[in-house]
């Protein structure tokens, strides 16, 4: 795949998936066996889409809606690596995903994040991954 094919497969997600809530852009763009890894995860990943649909459905649960700007891609052979801002009603996440893409699917990832203001409420781990 092409490094431009794969930044294209990561912001469909990041824009379609996390930034406008449609679950049904997870299974179009991950591989069904994908990994995620994430500091807030500890040495555990998820493997799968459910974890990644149930973290979308867990943002969009707030009502306040969320938005995704993507800041910056960078793409060499399969990984692409891409610089994120999600925005919610009071606060955002700064994040940055490091995806491998094989045969056209995002087959794993690491996300580290950050939050731009203290939550006001105690977050499910899921959720956790992508702020």
Known sequence: MQSEDGKALVSRFLLKGLGEGNIAVVDQVFASDHVLRSPVLGTGEWIGTDPIKGAIEEFWSYGGG????????????????????????????????????VEG???????????????????????????
């Open 66 to 101: 969320v938005s995704c700007i993507i800041r910056r891609q960078i793409a060499e052979a399969d990984r692409v690596a891409t610089s994120y801002t999600l925005s919610e009603e009071h606060k955002d996440h700064n994040g940055i995903m490091i995806s491998r893409v």
């Open 105 to 131: 699917k995002i087959q794993s990832s690491l996300v580290v994040a950050s939050e731009g203001s203290e939550p006001e409420e105690e977050m499910v781990q899921r959720r956790k991954v992508f702020n």
